[in-house]
């Protein structure tokens, strides 16, 4: 007979403390693989944990007193006592004494650590281990067998349980088994130390990142593993935005392995993110009761009603999509839709945030061969990365300079709201890019950032949906004037080609949108194709022979090639198309139609328009003649306030 005490005393130094950074092994691997065994043995044969019946008596007495059974009653199964007895400890975690509550700690991490210890888990998840979790344990226990002591456990003994919640929603699990594993992943949360693995791997970081979760000689209570994953996914979105190296003021990646396996997990359901659930709850009954909480499906929901989200509930949202668009790995949503063309097209790409980009280039190479679910996902995560520049790694990635040089009163303004409120920051470099003061051609902006903006310009002139406020502003003129080719575009916009944009110009130029929001949004979109004709693909398209055949010789840049076309078009050159004729009144309707308009350019653009203009020395005429009489007004009237003695003005 072994002794229960030798057992247990043996069980509890099997993850040592560490020293210096390292472990101190004292177990050998054949010991712990016995032991292990042992525990098992006795989870499958006692009602409930020692340790937790013994810390736990006045908490059960006090919350989870049985009530009195009736005749037929008697005789119900006495593992649903158990498992009753051990729900409610947990349901009262954090009003236990601390006495119980440490060893109902010490008890969850071991059942993280070996999920059989719990006798729900091991009776409904038998057939799920085997299922999908077979070769977890042959490899924990040939690393074990194979080592002299036990140290390398330290680095799998969390596998089974990360198993289990990875295919918990696949269609072979068994309901008891996901509840099981939910239950617990719900219950971790209360406390950060209940995953052993992530406490140990992310101490550091926590103490470093976020004293305010846990502040020395704090009571453990205070430590919840939802705030510290939420206070690190902070600091981890930081050190990917600014592309921090892997220094002392980064989060290491045995630490941010664990808080991407948090994030999507918590992006899975609203019943793992109490804090999106309680600041959405009405949000969720209004626009997504029809919803289910899991899969994802909730959080999606919400993000497509984000426009009539309250603002608690909005900026819940906003801050997980900032996560989400950072760490991709972190959106189940995208993960589980998009898991096979990830696999086959951009496995390479999984790690950073050019996924979503890879994804993209695939679904325009492969037409109709790629997943139709996994390209409409796509379309909408780019959709919402155009929303705000906080959305957008790439855009920060290769605009941080300019931004801050051009457009540092937008970037206050935009940081200064909790949630997307019209991208101001990349309506300014837009402005910037269409900027050409030189003959070279060169745009204000850096070449990285000139290339990023010339991209996203390309896309929103093909797709309307690309640029949201302008889908969003101009959606009832759309569907008025341009109902034809919206309804051939499809649902994302993607079959459009530039045709619903085309439509929307052509209205704006002949004045019958009357909705000012929308037509400022088309002009914006026309001033950028003035300085570069290919951000425009239609216009480019339509434009290709008659540019060759007349202009073949005119240099890019500076708008060269655009002028060319523009001076053929005044003289009715008849090597010109009609298509491209068409398009350029269009467009000259468009920018005249801007440059009547002070608000749609900055400075510089309008010095640019005043220079260009044929009544440039008419206009500057009047600029000097309206500064002249205001100089002549004040030589001859005089001042208008009422001279007073210097004695009087010093007092």
Not at 75 to 102: A, T
Request: charged share 30%; proline share 4%; aromatic share 4%.
């Amino acid at each position: 007979m072994v002794d229960p005490l030798l057992v247990n005393c043996l069980w509890s130094h099997r993850h040592p403390p560490r020293s210096g950074g390292k472990a101190v092994g004292t177990l050998s691997g054949p010991c712990l693989r016995e032991i292990t065994n042992l525990m098992l043995v006795r989870a499958s044969s006692i009602d409930l944990n020692p340790e937790v019946f013994q810390s736990c008596l006045a908490d059960l007495g006090r919350f989870c007193s049985p009530r009195r059974p009736s005749v037929d009653e008697e005789d119900e199964d006495e593992d649903d006592e158990m498992e009753q007895g051990m729900s409610c400890l947990e349901d009262y975690m954090d009003q236990l004494q601390p006495v119980c509550r440490e060893a109902l700690v010490r008890y969850t991490q071991d059942v993280e650590e070996k999920p059989d210890l719990d006798r729900r888990i091991a009776r409904s998840c038998l057939a799920a281990e085997r299922r999908f979790c077979e070769g977890v344990p042959h490899s924990v226990q040939r690393v074990i067998s194979e080592s002299a002591t036990a140290d390398e456990e330290l680095t799998l003994h969390d596998l089974m349980f990360e198993c289990l919640v990875e295919h918990k929603n696949h269609a072979d699990m068994e309901l008891e088994c996901k509840a099981a594993i939910e239950h617990f992943q719900i219950l971790s949360l209360k406390d950060v130390r209940i995953s052993r693995s992530f406490h140990e791997d992310c101490h550091d970081s926590i103490v470093r990142f976020c004293p305010a979760v846990t502040a020395e000689g704090a009571p453990p209570a205070v430590m919840t593993k939802m705030a510290a994953v939420m206070c690190l996914s902070r600091s981890l979105l930081e050190q990917k935005l600014l592309a921090l190296p892997n220094e002392t003021h980064s989060i290491p990646e045995a630490c941010a392995r664990h808080i991407r396996f948090e994030l999507l997990s918590r992006s899975e359901s609203l019943v793992l993110d109490l804090t999106l659930a309680v600041a959405c709850e009405a949000d969720r009954k209004l626009y997504c009761s029809h919803a289910p909480k899991g899969l994802g499906e909730a959080l999606e929901c919400l993000r497509d009603h984000r426009s009539r989200l309250s603002p608690e509930c909005h900026r819940e949202v906003f801050s997980r999509d900032q996560l989400a668009m950072a760490e991709s790995r972190s959106d189940f949503k995208l993960m589980t839709t998009c898991a096979e063309m990830i696999h086959s097209h951009c496995e390479n790409f999984k790690h950073n945030f050019l996924l979503l980009e890879c994804l993209k280039k695939t679904s325009d190479g492969l037409g109709d061969l790629f997943d139709a679910d996994c390209r409409h996902l796509v379309i909408e995560r780019l959709q919402t990365q155009r929303l705000d520049h906080r959305l957008s790694p790439r855009l920060n990635s290769n605009c941080r300079i300019d931004i801050r040089m051009f457009c540092a009163e937008e970037l206050r303004a935009d940081n200064a709201k909790p949630f997307e409120n019209g991208n101001a920051v990349a309506r300014c470099l837009q402005r910037q890019y269409a900027v050409r003061p030189s003959n070279e051609g060169k745009s204000l902006l850096s070449p990285s950032c000139a290339k990023y903006m010339r991209e996203l310009l390309i896309s929103a002139n093909l797709n309307h949906h690309m640029d949201p406020l302008l889908a969003e502003v101009c959606h009832g003129d759309l569907s008025e004037h341009c109902s034809e080719d919206l309804a051939l575009s499809a649902v994302d916009g993607e079959k459009s080609q530039g045709t619903v944009i085309e439509c929307l110009r052509r209205q704006v130029a002949q004045n019958k949108v009357k909705n000012d929001s929308c037509v400022v949004e088309v002009l914006r979109l026309a001033l950028a194709s003035k300085a570069d004709i290919d951000v425009d693909p239609v216009l480019a398209r339509d434009c290709a022979a008659s540019l060759e055949a007349i202009c073949g010789s005119t240099a890019q840049g500076s708008g060269r090639q655009m002028k060319c076309l523009l001076k053929a078009l005044d003289a009715k050159n008849p090597a010109m198309e009609e298509a491209c004729r068409r398009s350029l009144e269009v467009r000259r309707e468009l920018w005249e139609m801007s440059a009547k308009r002070p608000d749609l350019l900055d400075w510089r653009t309008l010095v640019k328009e005043i220079n260009a203009s044929q009544s440039r020395n008419l206009i500057i005429g009047i600029l000097l003649t309206i500064v002249g009489a205001v100089f002549v007004v004040g030589l001859c009237c005089g001042r208008r306030t009422r001279c007073v003695a210097r004695s009087t003005k010093n007092r």
